[in-house]
């Protein structure tokens, strides 16, 4: 087996520990910036794993429970593991005023049974008088379903890992919510580390969104404020053959390791997963036997260390049960060497806590972008003596057949989106403003070397809040309190969608013949339409042009990382993206946002991935995507014509067939086009 190991991603962080620290109450950073919101009906926490968002829930439902005369709180988790992240914590021991108390009989997660049974302790409680109670997504769906909207009414709401709820009317968790809403007599607390589905169906409709007051707290705030953890490495590989023959190509025996194997059903797979755990058992050293007391396996590596690895694999339930139990043990939790590889299929993913995980190891591409940062962050956690951490995706290059390969091309295109999501998760924030004669400085922000020059765009940076403060000629800017608030607080997701889009990204990276503007313009423009029906033109033109000035920024920063690198493998990072952004900047002295819409989104990425995949492969890949290549649509078109319409108010005449410049050639045949379509139409 060959891989080509080029990270797509690899960011270093400053270590300034404040993401760790805690204040008078408690709290930590994340923890406190939610608490001082705890008196809003519906709150979203949107941050990222191991940042804290169980204790901010308790803060903040202890506080409405005692000073908002709210009668109970209800915590819903979607699996029974995750129930354990709400277990009693003795909050006063480090200054808060109350401890958070679950009981026994009130943690159903805990407890046996079916969730038809539970519904009945849903019911005994809500008439019990208790605090607070925690059930699975399944229980509280039923329960709602029995006792109806109003049973819940004047009571906490509390909704973790709250991408797994949506606003297709398949969501029965989503109509819930909705109804709740409606009704107005309950709070809510969503919160989740991925604030995006794997599908393209929102989590919530537009006008429930609109009612969440929203706390971010992003991947750069908390990483950046880590003890310990200074690097972190993403990156999508390829390979040829077995994955199973020669997993040490990726796998460090050093290192502490997930390793989800791939899926029965996926490419990667070998149609027996007891047999691949078997493989790469082997490939590690020679078996010594099962730990009595743990059930973990025994491995003597050709250095003579004895591995401790988990297997989660085995059907055997009583195996499974006692290697789960002993990983979830808690007088473990601070033991490095309890347990030194995991091996899991479906388990230790969301929810799961190994803070000395320095490397998840996934094979095969993952259901949804979501499950991806769900595993990444199993990686992310700060522990004394974790310097680095990385995820690897392991992909198998496409065959000589077209089916394998049509489906390795999917496979790819998902992992590049992956790899480019999370390239915009991990980055500092944005905060986008016009270029005019008043522009000037803005305190906190350090703008380099030469400092605020009022002839050219200028690039601020603030290391304490994690931002860019960044000026573009000709910026639209929003004009609601809605468009104000996505531009502020979900450009990711606006991103996330057009990354996930198929033929933006086939034709970004494989068509030669394509005018950036095309997908930055049309493709960007119809998504943000088809995300925020409810705003106006000039609002959807903002987000817009706030979303794909995030995306290409980040690009180009790394493609400067990559111009600059000694040996081409360092790809984004803290200074990386600060220097390149900057750098980027000063070569084109004015940066408006024409010249960013010029920018091919997924430029940088082609470049990662012809170092990646073997060229041959790369070719088949090309071939397939250029052999489905598609005309105009008559929906393209019409957007094309409305662009046309701006530019002839711009310039005076509509744009040219024959022009030299590519996107006013590519508007006027969106315009004639049309005029064909008129004619045929016509003639009959």
Same mark, same amino acid.
């Given at each position: ?6 990270p797509?991603?690899?960011v ?15 709290m930590r ?14 709150l ?11 204790r901010?829930l308790m803060f903040?439902?202890l506080d409405k429970?005692?000073n ?6 209800i915590v819903?988790?979607?699996e029974?593991?995750i129930?354990?992240?709400?277990n009693d914590?003795?909050?006063s ?9 679950v ?19 849903v019911?005994?409680?809500?008439d019990s008088?208790?605090?607070v109670?925690?059930c699975t ?11 109806g909207?109003?049973?819940?009414d004047?009571r ?8 797994h709820v949506s606003?297709?009317?398949?969501s ?9 809403i409606?009704?107005?007599r309950?709070h ?9 589905r794997?599908?393209a169906?929102p ?7 609109a009612?969440f ?27 040829s ?10 796998l460090?025996?050093?290192?502490k ?5 791939p899926?029965?059903?996926s490419?990667?797979?070998?149609k ?6 078997e493989?790469?058992?082997?490939? $590690?050293?020679?078996? #010594?036997?099962?730990? +009595?007391?743990?059930? !973990? ?6 250095e %003579?260390k @004895?591995?401790?690895?988990a297997d ?6 009583v195996?499974r049960?006692k290697v789960?139990?002993?990983?979830k ?5 601070n033991?490095?060497?309890?347990v030194?590889?995991i091996i899991?299929?479906g388990?230790?993913?969301e929810?799961?806590d190994?803070?000395?995980?320095e490397?998840?190891?996934?094979v ?5 972008l979501?499950?991806i940062?769900?595993i990444?962050g199993r990686?992310?956690?700060d522990?004394?003596?974790?310097t680095?951490a990385?995820?690897?995706n392991l992909?198998?290059?496409p ?10 091309v999917?496979?790819?295109l998902?992992?590049i989106a992956?790899? $480019?999501?999370?390239? #915009?998760?991990?980055a +500092?924030?944005?905060? !986008? ?6 522009? %000037?400085? @803005?305190?906190?922000f ?7 020059d009022?002839?050219?765009e200028?690039i ?11 000026e573009i ?8 309190k809605e468009?104000?608030r996505?531009?502020?607080?979900d ?12 033929t933006?990204?086939?034709?970004g ?12 313009q049309v493709?960007m423009?119809k998504?943000v339409g ?6 106006d033109?000039?609002d959807?033109e903002a987000?817009r ?11 180009k920063?790394?493609?400067a990382?990559?111009?600059t690198?000694?040996d081409d493998?360092?790809v ?29 989104p997924f430029?940088a990425a082609y470049?990662?991935?012809?170092k990646?995949m ?13 052999a489905?290549?598609v005309?105009?649509?008559?929906e393209?078109?019409?957007d ?14 509509l744009?040219?067939?024959t ?5 006013e050639?590519?508007m006027?045949e ?15």
């Amino acid at each position: 087996m060959t891989i080509n190991n080029v990270p797509a991603v690899s960011v270093t962080y400053a270590q300034t520990g404040g993401s760790t620290k805690s204040n008078e109450l408690g709290m930590r950073a994340m923890q406190e910036r939610a608490y001082e919101k705890r008196g809003e009906q519906y709150l979203l926490i949107k941050s990222p794993p191991a940042s804290g968002k169980s204790r901010a829930l308790m803060f903040i439902a202890l506080d409405k429970l005692h000073n908002q005369g709210l009668k109970q709180a209800i915590v819903v988790v979607p699996e029974k593991s995750i129930g354990s992240s709400f277990n009693d914590e003795p909050l006063s021991k480090f200054g808060f005023w109350s401890d958070w108390a679950v009981a026994p009989r009130w943690n159903l997660c805990n407890s046996p049974g079916t969730d038809g049974g539970k519904v009945k302790s849903v019911e005994a409680f809500l008439d019990s008088g208790e605090r607070v109670l925690v059930c699975t997504h399944a229980t509280f769906r039923f329960a709602v379903e029995k006792l109806g909207i109003e049973a819940f009414d004047d009571r906490l709401i509390a909704v973790d890992e709250f991408h797994h709820v949506s606003a297709s009317e398949d969501s029965i968790l989503g109509s819930q919510l909705n109804e709740f809403i409606a009704r107005g007599r309950v709070h809510v607390v969503a919160m989740t580390g991925s604030y995006f589905r794997g599908d393209a169906v929102p989590i919530l409709v537009p006008e429930n969104e609109a009612k969440f007051d929203t706390i971010t707290y992003t991947y750069y705030e908390q990483l950046n404020g880590y003890k310990y953890l200074k690097q972190l490495d993403i990156g999508y590989f390829f390979y040829s053959g077995s994955y199973a023959d020669d997993i040490l190509a990726v796998l460090d025996p050093n290192e502490k390791t997930i390793v989800h194997i791939p899926n029965v059903n996926s490419r990667e797979s070998t149609k027996d997963k007891h047999r691949e755990v078997e493989h790469i058992i082997d490939a $590690l050293g020679d078996w #010594q036997g099962t730990d +009595p007391a743990t059930g !973990f396996q025994l491995v003597k590596t050709p250095e %003579g260390k @004895v591995l401790r690895i988990a297997d989660l694999v085995d059907d055997e339930a009583v195996k499974r049960d006692k290697v789960s139990g002993a990983l979830k043990d808690p007088a473990n939790k601070n033991n490095r060497d309890h347990v030194d590889i995991i091996i899991a299929l479906g388990m230790a993913k969301e929810g799961f806590d190994w803070i000395w995980c320095e490397h998840a190891l996934t094979v095969g591409y993952r259901a949804s972008l979501t499950e991806i940062v769900q595993i990444i962050g199993r990686a992310t956690r700060d522990a004394e003596g974790k310097t680095r951490a990385r995820f690897t995706n392991l992909i198998a290059e496409p065959d000589a057949s077209e089916a394998a390969v049509t489906e390795a091309v999917n496979d790819t295109l998902k992992a590049i989106a992956a790899s $480019l999501l999370m390239e #915009q998760v991990l980055a +500092p924030r944005f905060n !986008f403003t016009p270029k005019t004669p008043k522009s %000037g400085p @803005v305190e906190g922000f350090d703008y380099g070397e030469g400092g605020y020059d009022p002839d050219q765009e200028n690039i601020g940076f603030s290391e304490e809040s994690g931002q860019f403060q960044i000026e573009i000629k000709g910026l639209a800017m929003p004009k609601s309190k809605e468009a104000e608030r996505v531009c502020q607080e979900d450009l990711n997701e606006v991103i996330t969608a057009f990354v996930q889009d198929k033929t933006a990204i086939e034709r970004g990276l494989f068509d030669e013949e394509l005018v950036p503007e095309e997908l930055t313009q049309v493709r960007m423009g119809k998504i943000v339409g088809a995300k925020f029906p409810e705003l106006d033109a000039e609002d959807q033109e903002a987000v817009r042009q706030h979303a794909i000035a995030a995306l290409n920024l980040t690009q180009k920063a790394k493609e400067a990382a990559l111009a600059t690198s000694a040996d081409d493998t360092q790809v984004s990072g803290n200074t990386a993206l600060i220097d390149g952004v900057r750098k980027f900047a000063m070569d084109v002295r004015d940066l408006d946002i024409d010249l960013i819409d010029r920018i091919n989104p997924f430029g940088a990425a082609y470049k990662i991935l012809g170092k990646t995949m073997n060229e041959e492969s790369l070719k088949q890949v090309a071939a397939v995507i250029s052999a489905k290549k598609v005309q105009l649509t008559p929906e393209e078109a019409r957007d094309l014509a409305r662009r046309a319409v701006k530019f002839k108010q711009e310039r005076g005449r509509l744009p040219s067939i024959t022009s030299p410049d590519a996107w006013e050639k590519k508007m006027a045949e969106g315009v004639a086009f049309l005029a064909r379509m008129k004619q045929e139409a016509a003639n009959g």
